[in-house]
């Protein structure tokens, strides 16, 4: 097991850094160098990894994960029930619809988008991970978890990524509370700057948090006057997917 582990951080470290050399992953990971490239080769063999095309010392992430990435979403349900309402809500906005998830209380992870037809636009990959505490989707997800959890997670450390970042736990609390009163969370440059985003929470049938659904887009577009309507907007989207993931 522990060489499927050990298989698996490898295969997540090349996805993150790629391309990636056995030297650099060697570092990373404190392992012999026999050792990460015997594990490479596996995973080459297998067809999650390959050598890139200008420099075979370098590995990328391999066509079959690629391939199982959609057919794996295009199975879930989740993926089902959002995927209609939305590229409903794109049309009515022409901005970015992303749906994220929640990787325990580490991360938030983009799992689809639809994206508008703007020159200019936000942009994040599938697979792409945001902190919580600096994201609409990470409010929205922690302001309906449990206050333990919530304590849990605001013992760590809240990193800032801008002068708007909130990194103090008792102002995050007070602003999880005011996504629970209005329904949905804003970011506004909290992580990446000149990006703003409107969020609100799928849930499941006891209220747990499964995922959170959010229009993204370019802080020279946002405009404050319109927030009520893109937080109704958002948060009809997710109540959608909601009902639909639950049915």
């Not at 522990?2 to 990971?29: D, Y």
């Not at 009515?92 to 508008?116: F, G, K, Y």
């Not at 997670?153 to 809240?158: I, M, S």
Request: aromatic share 4%.
């Amino acid at each position: 097991m522990k060489s499927v582990t050990r298989s698996l951080r490898i295969l997540e470290a090349v996805a993150q850094h790629q391309p990636v050399t056995v030297g650099e992953l060697t570092k990373l990971f404190g392992l012999p160098k026999s050792t990460v490239q015997r594990t490479l080769v596996t995973l080459n063999e297998a067809g999650w990894l390959r050598a890139n095309r200008k420099d075979t010392t370098r590995w990328e992430i391999g066509a079959r994960i690629l391939a199982v990435r959609p057919a794996a979403l295009q199975g879930s349900s989740l993926f089902a029930a959002a995927r209609e309402p939305m590229t409903r809500l794109r049309d009515e906005l022409n901005e970015t619809i992303h749906l994220s998830v929640p990787d325990a209380l580490q991360c938030m992870v983009v799992v689809d988008r639809v994206d508008c037809d703007h020159a200019v636009r936000t942009y994040h990959a599938i697979g792409d991970t945001s902190p919580l505490h600096a994201t609409a989707t990470g409010h929205a997800v922690l302001a309906h978890l449990p206050k333990s959890e919530v304590d849990e997670f605001a013992t760590g450390t809240l990193e800032g990524y801008g002068a708007e970042t909130i990194t103090d736990p008792v102002e995050l609390r007070a602003e999880l509370q005011r996504v629970r009163d209005r329904g949905y969370a804003v970011n506004h440059n909290q992580y990446l700057q000149g990006v703003c985003a409107i969020a609100a929470p799928v849930l499941d049938g006891d209220g747990v948090p499964l995922a959170a659904v959010a229009v993204s887009l370019p802080a020279s577009r946002f405009e404050p006057g319109r927030l009520d309507e893109l937080g109704r907007l958002v948060t009809e989207t997710a109540a959608e997917i909601t009902a639909r993931h639950q049915r």
